[in-house]
């Protein structure tokens, strides 16, 4: 009997950290979408999770940007979620930007894109073909040579 209570106890155990193992953290993201951010100054990041959906779930976030800036905006994935993230910079109702080209169908880890002018812009988040994902953007401000 305490053979087999111990052996349940190392099975319940083993799959316990299996599990804590392999799962990514949004802090292990920040950490690995700061290594993609290269040669850029960490500004802030934003954490997304969304639920599958369709339409494709939206979270939106606003940001000030300066004029006469090079910002660079990088994305990162959590390998547990089938989702992959797309990020678009919005002025009004104006794209400025997007981390993924649906004409090409080309994902980009990192945008840098250089502001014209200063005032209120947003970013919206969301995942391809509205699956359900977890990721992390980074806005960073990038030295202008």
């Not at 960490?42 to 006469?68: E, H, N, S, T, Y």
């Not at 990192?110 to 806005?139: E, N, P, Q």
Request: hydrophobic share 45%; with cysteine; charged share 25%.
């Amino acid at each position: 009997m305490k053979r087999i209570l111990f052996a349940f106890i190392v099975v319940l155990v083993s799959v316990s950290f299996a599990k804590n193992a392999s799962a990514q953290s949004e802090e292990e993201l920040v950490q690995i979408c700061g290594m993609i951010a290269k040669d850029a100054t960490f500004l802030k990041d934003f954490r997304i999770k969304l639920d599958a959906g369709d339409p494709p779930p939206v979270q939106r976030v606003p940001v000030i940007l300066k004029k006469d800036v090079k910002y660079r905006f990088s994305v990162c994935n959590s390998k547990d979620f089938e989702g992959k993230v797309v990020l678009q910079l919005f002025d009004n109702n104006r794209m400025l930007a997007t981390t993924y080209v649906i004409a090409t169908g080309k994902d980009y880890p990192t945008i840098d894109w250089v502001c014209t002018k200063t005032g209120a812009y947003h970013l919206f988040f969301s995942f391809r073909d509205g699956k359900a994902g977890l990721a992390v953007g980074l806005l960073s401000m990038v030295e202008m040579m």
